[in-house]
């Protein structure tokens, strides 16, 4: 295997999901697998928790085929936007849909019908995000429409929030005043509800306990990262990653020969420079050039000059590091915070970029 990898302990992601379903009992946890699995490696994360999630949430039919592939059987909602034309995986891989449109659901009941065939849908509803879903204010109609759709399983109901894990919650809340009005509709209607509402994402299973529903939607919470740093920790989670990579070249540089590419940083003494194969091609930002810090040892040692593609520089200042030995770019107490801070990102960024270049590696301690 590669000298640069990610090992992911599985054991620390079974705690998380532990601690976030005692927390919110008895709603049902939706595990989101999106992006990689938030670059956790969606190959070796979903096999060993999709038995233990209640559904399985990606942002894309892509994404959703993927598992199915890994031959998943569990229920699967497709979070993001679909074009009519990728309709037919639906029915084909028995995904459920999310419907953020008249259109969409006109589209799948009609295909439901020639097909002879059942789909299960989420109606989503746009309460504040204005990205995806039907606004609440035109909610009730769309409502109806789906009930009237025979071919159609209306599973779930869903709203999405844009600023959950804000200091001022008058937003979120304003949100889920809006989606509780439009829950009234049904019993308005005399519509039956649908058995899955939803709409808590991290930093609403937190902050916001009213929007637990009957399922929630944590991403970043269950990879053990919290989605805002001063936000209310009721569920103690941690991360379950340690980004490793190992010494390739070590050499004392003089003074005054600059280091890497546009000649950044001089050494002003004598010192020893670490090359580490990583670079930004695996997601190790270039952004970070001079910032970053490593750990040896359980020492931290500066990156030093600009980060490469496939390498970057480590000043191990005096001491004798030779080649071979491991270094930590990410994990125990280098953070993820750490790194989205030196990036000028946030720590979802910081996830998701570990490229699929860097191999995985699962542990179970
Ligand atoms: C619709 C939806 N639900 C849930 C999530 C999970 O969000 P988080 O990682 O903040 O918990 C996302 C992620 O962006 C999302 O788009």
């Not at 899955?196 to 902050?207: E, I, K, M, T």
Request: hydrophobic content about 40%.
């Amino acid at each position: 295997m590669r000298p640069t990898y990610l090992e992911v302990n599985l054991s620390q992601l079974e705690q998380n999901l532990a601690a976030i379903r005692s927390q919110v009992h008895p709603a049902k946890v939706m595990v989101i697998l999106k992006a990689n699995a938030y670059g956790h490696g969606v190959e070796g994360v979903a096999p060993f928790f999709a038995p233990k999630a209640d559904y399985l949430g990606v942002a894309l039919v892509e994404e959703a085929l993927h598992l199915r592939r890994l031959g998943i059987s569990t229920p699967i909602l497709v979070l993001g936007g679909i074009l009519p034309e990728q309709l037919p995986d639906f029915f084909d891989n028995g995904l459920t849909l999310t419907v953020a449109s008249p259109m969409i659901l006109d589209l799948a009941q009609v295909m439901a019908v020639s097909r002879g065939k059942r789909l299960k849908v989420h109606l989503k509803i746009d309460t504040g995000m204005e990205r995806l879903g039907v606004r609440e204010y035109e909610a009730e109609p769309f409502i109806i429409r789906s009930a009237a759709c025979s071919q159609l399983e209306v599973e779930g109901i869903f709203t999405h929030f844009a600023n959950a894990e804000a200091k001022d919650q008058s937003h979120p809340r304003l949100q889920l005043d809006r989606f509780q009005r439009v829950l009234s509709v049904y019993e308005k209607r005399s519509i039956p509800r649908p058995k899955l509402v939803h709409a808590a994402n991290s930093a609403a299973v937190l902050a916001l306990p009213e929007s637990r529903f009957d399922m929630v939607r944590p991403g970043i919470l269950f990879y053990g990262v919290y989605p805002a740093r001063d936000i209310e920790k009721p569920i103690q989670v941690l991360p379950a990653i340690k980004w490793k990579s190992r010494v390739v070249h070590s050499k004392v540089t003089q003074p005054d020969r600059p280091v890497s590419y546009g000649s950044l940083w001089k050494p002003g003494r004598e010192t020893r420079i670490l090359t580490i194969p990583c670079g930004y091609a695996d997601g190790y930002f270039r952004r970070m050039s001079t910032q970053a810090q490593v750990l040896i040892g359980g020492k931290r040692y500066p990156q030093v000059g600009r980060i490469c593609m496939d390498q970057l520089m480590v000043n191990a200042g005096s001491e004798d590091i030779p080649a071979g030995e491991e270094v930590l770019l990410l994990g125990d107490d280098l953070t993820v915070e750490e790194l989205s801070d030196w990036t000028g990102t946030n720590e979802y960024e910081v996830l998701t970029s570990i490229g699929t270049r860097v191999p995985r590696s699962y542990v179970r301690e």
